[in-house]
């Protein structure tokens, strides 16, 4: 074999005419990978990391304009035809999606699928060989009982096992690289740290390069060995993971690092936000595209882009001002300082009434079958008896993965209306017996900030009317409220004249912002947010994270914060609880909850984060969990993680009883609360 | 893990990157978008040109003509087109020309009508009964399921003894309530979808009304089928009340409309063909011409619909 490396991309650029304009996703990038290495790419939305892997594997819309070349182990991939290419893919290459569900074929059992890309690829291969193979493979990607869910068709399978089985299809034939694009971004934060460590074994087992795409520097820190950062269809810097996380050269990946919560430093440092947002591809400036965001631009920026520079130890970056950053001349605090901390103002007041208060609550859903004739087949048991206390100026984190009850249990809170079982007090008052004009009076005091803030705006109403819209309902006049939107703008950091605008002209931060500002208009205590950063590009999350904790300080606000994401809820939250399967699982004081979890659950999940430090990464031992979150129909017995729990793995034969015959009720151990019978016999180590 | 739903918020970017890249206007809404592809349809302008004159001519039509709608020309009966009798006559000696402009002109003012009433009605109760749900939503179901099922026309002409001694305008009302229910059932299943929007639940939250909601979050954001339908609308009722007038039903003489100049016209039509052409050539020119504005609207609301697509 010669010594060209493995994968090269040379000056690859991809463009897709639109009218008279065109959006130039990709504007020349060079890479290599070489056998073996894992490299991660990461960037925001729109950076063009998809766009640069899929004309890799040639799989880009007939429209688009690809220049450059592509070269494995020497041979251009760019120009071949159909036939060739589809030879490549596969045995040379295999590409591994975000949404296993459209890659698979529906109609076809997944052994099926297995088998038919390995015969593709051998054509000596036997049909019963073929299918004892897909076996095997399932076996090795840790889908249980290979034997039986082989013959399973892929909606059969949660979004973890299709994860799964695209990972046995790509490593099917022995495949030199794999591309990975996002592979677990639609997934819960457990099952990602499972479907990464299978991505792990089967490099390890196939000896194959792996490039994965993400947006996630966390991913990145704990799997790649090199990192690429792509900015506006560009790569700005490269280098090893440690290089460039522990000394990077170019602003925006200085911002980037400092932008994202970490789950080790988080509510102890703010957040630094990286303000404004990427340019549009289809008319980008000459000079830096980075300019209009960057600190510590210069004249000379705006001229000319600069290109990658190589600096020291295979580190290079595109910025012109690389080489003072390298050489310490400028700091990284320089570059972005971090924000003045949050004034002390906001005390949790103890002696009053809490906020909201939830004693009990249940919300089953009956769950039929049938058009006409329902019968009832189960219950899904969203929310199961909870307990939940938000002080004045208080944080509450909820966290919990998809499908565990968050949502239902702030909707029934948002309708004030008499729950099925269990009582909501909200200010010190029970909404079972609220009459109409109570409801309206109290609502008030509770306001919501949505996940998708384009989806929680109305498009046809500007942004003036939206804001003022909760001021309609209590009668304030229209002087009133055009003063009380300016106030609100203000608060939130946006321009007066921004007001006779409509949604989409904003950017996803500004949304984001507007929503908060009319959660605002009717001075709420409390503010029940439901993901309010998850839908937003990582540099932008840290100015709305920032922006809330201010506002809580300055208006005392209280804060239901529901989020999946636990770095984000170490930053803010005062207090914390974890849901599992309608329950409450663990609760207490967010320092000490994250710094000594008790229910294995709350281990398994805080272990599953991805730290963006690759030293912190590389000395972490992950807790695993089996498998997926059941079924919420099934009925368990004892307690409703015993299915999953590695604590009861390893618990003697008499104490695994207890788990599955009674169901653990939260108790006080130390200074939280845990539902779990044998804390005290709990040696696992988190973090 | 952090952060962010790539689908989503792509799809944002892709949207901002749209409206940046085709250099709108600052206050660009959809409104406008709408407003820039009508503008470009040549359709749209044919239409919306000769329905405006239609229009005119409806208005202002008898002005220049020294016949009135009921004088009889006795002396020239049954006669063709002569400079006089610009259309020519009828068995006794009533100026088409006078005729056809008056019947234009009801025909247009029943069209315009009861084409948006029925719009209208099947807006409010569309949007109630999807976003109420519930009882009052299978209530509402029922019901225009039912009148959906009667036969409109069968139905119509057994009023008819009822509507013969009154206005025209009962009529008018009549064709509005028999045709607002394949649009009420669009626009509550829109509703239905829309009622789970993220910005519908806000202002429900904030302890907005239903009423209000309605008014400022729904049916502004289902307008543009709105106006689609009271557009179409428009030729669908000029159709019904012609087809019962044209039987007997509809409109009586004195008055006329289109449908009643071509029932007259129709035994002529081989012998005396002016009697018959000129109504029928107005009828089929105004519903064109309506139709072309109403496809050009929708084509411009929805691109993916009818003749753009590529
Ligand atoms: N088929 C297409 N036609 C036109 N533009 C496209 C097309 N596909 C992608 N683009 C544009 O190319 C740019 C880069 O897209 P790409 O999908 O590579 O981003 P990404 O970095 O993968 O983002 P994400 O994190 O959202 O997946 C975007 O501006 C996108 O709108
Ligand atoms: S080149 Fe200039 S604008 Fe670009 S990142 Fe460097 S200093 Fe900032
Ligand atoms: S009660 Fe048993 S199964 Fe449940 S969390 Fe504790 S050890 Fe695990
Ligand atoms: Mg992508």
Not at chain 1, 315 to 331: D, K, N, T, V
Not at chain 1, 346 to 358: A, M, W, Y
Request: glycine share 8%; net charge negative; aromatic share 6%.
């Amino acid at each position: 074999m010669t010594d060209a490396p493995l994968l090269e991309v040379r000056d690859l650029s991809v463009s897709f005419p639109q009218g008279a304009d065109e959006v130039r996703a990709v504007r020349g990038i060079s890479y290599t990978v070489d056998q073996g290495e894992f490299l991660g790419i990461v960037g925001e939305s729109g950076s063009g990391k998809s766009v640069s892997s899929m004309a890799i594997m040639g799989l880009l819309p007939r429209n688009a304009v690809v220049t450059g070349d592509v070269l494995l182990r020497g041979e251009s991939l760019l120009g071949r035809d159909d036939r060739e290419l589809s030879r490549l893919r596969g045995k040379e290459i295999a590409m591994i999606f975000q949404d296993p569900l459209s890659a698979l074929t529906p109609v076809y059992t997944v052994g099926d699928q297995i088998a038919e890309g390995l015969m593709l690829h051998d054509r000596a291969l036997s049909q019963q060989a073929a299918s004892v193979r897909a076996v095997e493979l399932l076996r090795v990607v840790g889908i249980p009982a290979p034997e039986r869910r082989v013959k399973a068709f892929p909606h059969e399978f949660s979004g973890g096992m299709r994860q799964r089985v695209m990972i046995a299809i790509a490593i099917a034939n022995d495949p030199d690289l794999i591309i990975a694009d996002e592979p677990t971004t639609a997934l819960d934060v457990t099952i990602q740290a499972q479907i990464l460590e299978v991505l792990q074994q089967a490099k390890e087992m196939t000896g194959a390069a792996v490039v994965l795409i993400t947006h996630d520097l966390g991913v990145v820190a704990g799997n790649a060995d090199r990192i690429a950062v792509m900015y506006a269809g560009r790569l700005v810097e490269t280098g090893s993971v440690d290089d460039v996380f522990s000394r990077p050269e170019m602003p925006y990946t200085i911002g980037l690092l400092r932008s994202v919560p970490n789950l080790v430093t988080a509510g102890r440092t703010r957040l630094v936000p990286l303000e404004g947002r990427p340019p549009s591809l289809s008319d980008l400036p000459p000079g830096c595209p980075f300019e209009p965001r960057c600190p510590i631009s210069v004249p000379e920026c705006t001229t000319a882009e600069p290109p990658l520079l190589v600096l020291g130890g295979g580190h290079s970056a595109a910025c012109i001002r690389a080489p003072e950053i390298e050489s310490g001349a400028l700091q990284a605090s320089d570059v972005f300082p971090r924000p003045e901390p949050v004034s002390l103002g906001s005390e949790i007041g103890s002696e009053q009434e809490p906020v909201l208060t939830i004693e009990g609550l249940v919300r089953h859903f009956p769950l039929t079958t049938g058009m006409v004739f329902k019968k009832q087949i189960g219950t899904v048991k969203a929310v199961d008896g909870i307990d939940l206390q938000v002080r004045a100026g208080e944080v509450l984190g909820l966290v919990g993965e998809s499908g565990c009850g968050k949502s239902t249990t702030i909707l029934e809170v948002l309708e004030m209306t008499r729950p099925q079982a269990g009582s909501i007090r909200i200010a010190g008052r029970d909404v079972a017996d609220l009459s109409r004009s109570d409801r309206l009076s109290l609502r008030k005091d509770v306001q919501i900030v949505f996940q998708d803030p384009m989806a929680a705006l109305d498009p046809r109403l500007t942004v003036g009317d939206i804001i003022g819209e909760p001021l309609t309902v209590h009668g304030d006049s229209k002087m009133e409220r055009r003063r009380r939107v300016a106030e609100l703008l203000d608060l939130v950091g946006l321009e007066h004249s921004m007001s006779s605008r409509y949604p989409h002209e904003f950017s996803g931060g500004q949304r984001q912002r507007i929503g908060i500002a009319r959660a605002l208009a009717t001075n709420p205590r409390l503010l029940v947010l439901d993901e309010p950063v998850s839908a937003l590009d990582v540099s932008i999350q840290a100015g709305v994270m920032n922006l809330l904790e201010d506002l809580k300080a300055r208006l005392r606000l209280s804060y239901l914060f529901v989020a999946h994401d636990l770095a984000v809820v170490r930053q803010i939250a005062d207090t914390v609880a974890v849901m599992y399967l309608g329950r409450i699982v663990e609760t207490g004081d967010v320092g000490e909850v994250f710094a000594r979890p008790h229910h294995p659950y709350t281990q398994a999940l805080m272990s599953a984060v991805p730290i963006p430090d690759p030293e912190a990464e590389r000395s972490r031992e992950r807790i695993l969990l089996d498998g997926d979150l059941p079924s919420p129909t099934d009925e368990i017995s004892g307690c409703n993680f015993h299915g999953r729990c590695p604590l009861y793995k390893i618990l003697d034969p008499s104490r695994q009883q207890q788990c599955v015959t009674e169901d653990p009720r939260l108790r006080m151990i130390d200074t939280t609360s845990a539902a779990c019978h044998h804390v005290e016999q709990n040696t696992l180590q988190p973090l | 893990m952090a952060i962010i739903d790539p689908l989503s918020t792509s799809d944002v970017d892709v949207t901002a990157e749209l409206v940046d890249s085709r250099k709108a206007p600052r206050n660009s809404s959809r409104a406008a978008l709408i407003w820039t592809r009508l503008r470009s349809t040549p359709r749209f302008w044919v239409g919306a040109l000769v329905v405006g004159a239609m229009i005119v001519w409806a208005i202002a039509g008898l002005w220049i003509t020294k016949w009135s709608p009921t004088d009889q020309d006795l002396i020239n009966s049954s006669v063709g087109p002569t400079a006089s009798h610009w259309f020519g006559t009828d068995d006794i000696g009533q100026d088409i020309y006078a005729e056809t402009v008056s019947g234009l002109r009801r025909s247009l003012v029943i069209g315009l009508i009861a084409g948006p009433a029925s719009t209208l009605i099947a807006a409010l109760v569309g949007a109630f009964a999807g976003y109420t749900g519930g009882r009052a939503d299978a209530v509402i179901s029922w019901l225009i399921n039912l009148l959906l099922v009667l036969p409109a026309f069968f139905i119509l002409v057994l009023l008819s003894p009822v509507f013969k001694s009154l206005s025209f305008l009962v009529l008018t009302a009549f064709i509005a309530l028999f045709t607002w229910m394949v649009m009420a059932q669009v626009i509550r299943a829109q509703t239905k979808s829309l009622r789970d929007r993220e910005f519908v639940k806000a202002a429900r939250f904030m302890g907005v009304g239903t009423g209000t909601i309605i008014r400022r979050h729904i049916l502004p954001n289902v307008a543009s089928l709105l106006i689609i339908d009271a557009t179409l609308g428009v030729v669908a009722a000029i159709n019904s009340e012609t087809a019962l007038s044209y039987f007997g039903f509809g409109i009586q003489r004195p008055q006329v409309s289109l449908g009643v100049l071509l029932a007259d016209g129709t035994p002529s039509a081989t012998t005396r063909p002016w009697m018959f052409v000129f109504p029928a050539l107005v009828l089929v020119v105004l519903l064109f011409a309506v139709s072309l504005v109403g496809d050009a609207l929708r084509d411009a609301v929805d691109p993916t619909s009818g003749s753009t697509r590529d």
